[in-house]
């Protein structure tokens, strides 16, 4: 008896009554506005705004992304602005590019993009952040980029990965898809969940608690 009770206790402290993504106040990752403009993955200095990124993410001068660290449960929030500048037949596509990390304990369901105007998605990789190397490539096309539903919202995972995202590194790169001179903010919200294996755990704490009450 001793022993489960130290096993539930265990659990408890671990998982912190486990609740649900939704429940949890959402943590901003990273606000523009607050934390500085996002690098460009695609910045070549030039007038196109657009490089072929090759075998890696980062070759030569090919801009560069943020990291926005280890994600954690529960719903995460970056927010910006992607700007279009176009001069006559010369575009300028000033995009975003974002770094984050799923650890082994959890799984991303949902990133969903919200938009006032036209986005673009660019590249959806799993990378090497230390080696800038890409790993594989869940959805890749810089020019024309894919669009992104606007203004309604449009889940990434669910239309690229089909699947929930599991541990490793990704990389995101977007744009403004207009033809014309715009700026549009934009709102990501990321839904973070325990992993299967952590679900059973999770059934676990149920139990424990289940059985502090029935000594009650």
């Not at 539930?8 to 500085?36: D, F, M, R, Y």
């Not at 943020?66 to 010369?90: K, N, P, W, Y």
């Not at 938009?115 to 959805?139: C, H, K, M, N």
């Not at 606007?150 to 690229?160: C, E, H, Q």
Request: proline residues 6%; contains cysteine; aromatic residues 6%.
């Amino acid at each position: 008896m001793l022993n489960h009770a130290i096993a539930c206790a265990v659990l408890v402290a671990t998982l912190g009554g486990a609740p649900s993504a939704q429940s949890i106040p959402p943590h901003i990752l990273w606000k523009e506005k607050v934390n500085g403009v996002l690098p460009d993955l695609q910045d070549s200095g030039g007038t196109d705004g657009m490089v072929s990124t090759g075998s890696g993410p980062r070759p030569g001068d090919a801009g560069d992304w943020q990291d926005l660290g280890t994600l954690r449960r529960g719903l995460s929030i970056v927010t910006g602005e992607v700007t279009t500048i176009r001069s006559g037949f010369s575009f300028e596509f000033l995009g975003d590019a974002i770094l984050f990390t799923v650890p082994n304990e959890l799984v991303v369901t949902s990133i969903v993009f919200e938009s006032e105007g036209t986005l673009g998605l660019r590249e959806f990789l799993v990378v090497d952040p230390a080696t800038d190397t890409v790993l594989s490539e869940i959805q890749r096309r810089t020019f024309p980029e894919v669009g992104l539903s606007t203004p309604t919202n449009d889940d990434v995972v669910a239309r690229f990965a089909g699947a929930p995202l599991g541990a490793g590194a990704y990389v995101l790169s977007y744009n403004n898809a207009a033809r014309v001179t715009d700026t549009s903010a934009y709102t990501i919200t990321f839904e973070v969940v325990p992993a299967p294996g952590a679900v059973g755990l999770l059934g676990a704490v149920g139990v424990c608690a289940a059985r502090r009450r029935s000594r009650g």
